[in-house]
Every structure is written in C-alpha cells, then in structure tokens.
C-alpha cells in the first residue's frame, strides 16, 4: 500500500492544571522522587557518544524554506480516507488538559497498554492550534496531525477537534525517570523506583525538540544540574547567524531558555523554558527540550542531580486495551528508517501480534499518521473510546 500525502506539512483541561494536581501530592510524596540520585542505586550506564555537531545551543533556529513542488509541475492530489479514530464523544465547550495517570508498566515481553481517552473540543471563534494546543497540555503537531482535516492557523467556529489524549507508552531501556520519545514530541515522567508490573503514576507534557539539521540525540543520561532564571552564553555557531550578536543573554523576556534549565549530563543540551511557548510541539531547537513554561516549573521541582533519563525515537508504538490490539504512528521526522511501513510491520513482529491484526487497517492507519492509538484488530468490533477508564490500561486485563 502506497501512502498519499494525507495531511499538510507546513514546517518543520479546566482549570489549567485539571488532572495535574490531584497526582502531584502522589509524585512528590515519593522520596525516591526528590532525593539526590547519589543516595540511590542504579545499575545502568551512560550509553552512546553523540555529535559534536549537534551541541550548539538551544535558541530555535531559522526556519528552513521548504519547496512545496517544482515549478511548472502539478502535483497528484491524493484523497485521503477519513481518519481511523473509531467512536469519539460529543464535543464539548471545555478544554480539559490531561498531564498525569496512572499505567500499567510492562514487564520484560509484555505489550504495552492504551492509556486515557480522545477527547473532542468544539472551536471557539478566533481560536487556532496553538492556543488550543497550549491550553490542552499538547503540542502543536499531535494537534494538528490529529484533525488532519482542519485549517490549522485559522480554524472555523464550531469546527469539532479531535483532542489527542489517549496514547501507548513509549519502550524506554529502563522504566525510570524523564523519557522523551522524539517522534512523539513528547516527555514522559516515571518514578524512578517504577516497578514493572504494577501501576504506577506517570506524567507527560509536550516538548519542541531539535530541528532536522540539530537533531536531538538518542540516548540515555543523568541530569547534571538545574538553575532558575539562567544566563545564556551564546555559543560561536549561534553567535555567527544573530542578526543582533550577543554574547551573553541575562534572565528576561529574551532569554530562549526561559526561566529554568535542567542541564544534562553531555554536551551543552538540556531541557528547559521558553520565551515563546508557540515553539512547543515544534522542531524548534539546536537539539535541547523545550517545555512551556507552566510545565518546566512542574518538572524542575521533582528532578535533581543526577536523575535518570532517555532519548527514545519511537514513530511506531503498539499497546493492547481489553484484548484489543492498537497502533500508534508519527511521522518520521528525522527520517530515520527508509519505510516506516516495513519499521511497523517489524515493531509488530517483535510484539508478536502479526496474527491479531487487520492488514489493510494496519497500513492505512501507518500512511495517515495521526498520532493517536488506533484499533487496528483482525475482526469487525471496534473498541469504544470510553469503555476503559484512564488507569484500566493493563495487558490482558
């Protein structure tokens, strides 16, 4: 099955906190959560040299002009089936943000579950993405990939979103501590004393990573240090193409590092702030992570020195839900594998559910990319969208 070119590809929870904070007292009522790594013990290493390169800074970079076709040639339009979401809720007026809940972790060979529910918000006149996007704790492109139908800049009233708040967990090496899965433009928070096949609470938020000539690395680290309100010493590579060249840049308004900088533990990347939180969600950096800056508050509270964390580039995720079987897909961004329909069909492989699925399903839901779980098993039934509750999200249950 050939892919069309489903969706346009322009570049690259009330109150705020609602869901956030009744699973805050829980994380931070975790001692293994706040202490200095030091105290504790860890078995596992720091893997993988990443290029020098890469290590150039975090402002954003300038955007690169993107030809959409050659000239004078016509480009096929491909029509593109209607999104594989299944049965969604009534849309509402509300937009509710959905940063924590509680998973099922996986045991070595398990499947990973589905966790929280889609939502569908309806557009309020002078609304866009981004500030639908921000509101509801996700990113700009899973938005936008999820409603691959709507205007994206300027959506019109009372057009019904899809709001992508259902997901598979990402396959870190170890279930511990921060894990960014780079496809998803995404942060995952585990406990770092998770104990694979118990719940455990976990929290998410989305993230602007490196563009696709700064790309952000993959492999794990430690937090090296944390400072508030931080001073940006301008690398020479950033320095060389300022249009207004500083050398340092103070705390403020200005500072793309916002108001806190997790250091990490190589190179000069970090996760941190922003001064312009329309860059989330986006490829938008010299290879650090950024956060809005509501979010990079939250995370700087809970992690320390040392803290354990990982660069994963997972396009293609499966999970199971009540005996179901599902697919999550994002686009390739760095262009890592050469058919990402042959990636998926290998991740299913290894997950051992080639037999469980429908084939045609399965590589139209690859094609279109949506971002969001999608039921993708060998039968007739669909699996409705709010039959489970957020924490009913254990394999085999």
């Known amino acids: 099955m050939t892919c069309g070119n489903f969706s346009t590809e322009s570049d690259d929870s009330v109150p705020r906190y609602s869901g956030l904070r009744p699973m805050a007292p829980q994380l931070l009522s975790r001692s293994l959560m706040r202490l200095p790594i030091e105290h504790r013990s860890l078995t596992w290493l720091v893997t993988c040299a990443v290029a020098g390169v890469v290590a150039t800074g975090c402002v954003a970079p300038p955007k690169k002009v993107v030809t959409l076709k050659p000239p004078g040639q016509q480009v096929k339009k491909v029509a593109a089936p209607e999104p594989l979401l299944g049965p969604l809720p009534p849309a509402s007026d509300t937009i509710v943000k959905a940063t924590s809940f509680t998973a099922y972790v996986p045991r070595p060979g398990e499947v990973p579950g589905v966790v929280g529910k889609l939502g569908r918000y309806k557009v309020s006149a002078g609304q866009n993405l981004l500030d639908i996007a921000r509101e509801g704790g996700l990113g700009f492109r899973e938005l936008r990939d999820a409603n691959p139908k709507v205007d994206e800049w300027e959506p019109s009233a009372g057009v019904e979103l899809t709001m992508p708040t259902r997901r598979i967990l990402p396959t870190p090496t170890r279930w511990e501590g921060l894990v960014i899965n ?216």
Not at 250 to 257: I, Y
């Open 182 to 397: 780079i496809p998803e433009f995404r942060l995952y928070l585990f406990p770092i004393d998770t104990r694979p096949g118990e719940r455990e609470p976990i929290m998410t938020w989305p993230v602007g990573i490196g563009a696709e000539y700064a790309q952000s690395p993959i492999r794990q680290f430690r937090v090296k240090s944390k400072d508030e309100k931080p001073t940006w010493v301008v690398p020479d590579s950033i320095y060389a193409k300022m249009e207004e060249p500083k050398r340092v840049v103070p705390p403020g308004p200005d500072n793309p590092l916002g108001d806190y900088r997790i250091r990490l533990d190589f190179d000069l990347y970090a996760i941190h702030g922003t001064n312009d939180p329309w860059s989330v969600g986006r490829l938008t950096t010299h290879g650090c992570v950024r956060l809005y800056p509501e979010d990079i508050e939250f995370v700087y509270q809970i992690v320390d020195r040392g803290y354990p964390g990982e660069f994963v580039y997972q396009p293609v995720k499966v999970g199971e839900r009540k005996g179901r079987v599902f697919v999550e897909v994002h686009m390739d961004v760095y262009e890592m594998f050469e058919d990402l329909q042959a990636h998926a069909r290998s991740v299913v492989a290894k997950a051992g559910l080639e037999s469980r699925i429908d084939p045609e399903r399965f590589e139209t839901a690859v094609c279109q990319q949506l971002g969001v779980p999608i039921d993708v098993t060998r039968d007739s039934g669909q699996a409705s969208a709010d039959e489970a509750s957020d924490d009913q999200v254990a394999a085999g249950e």
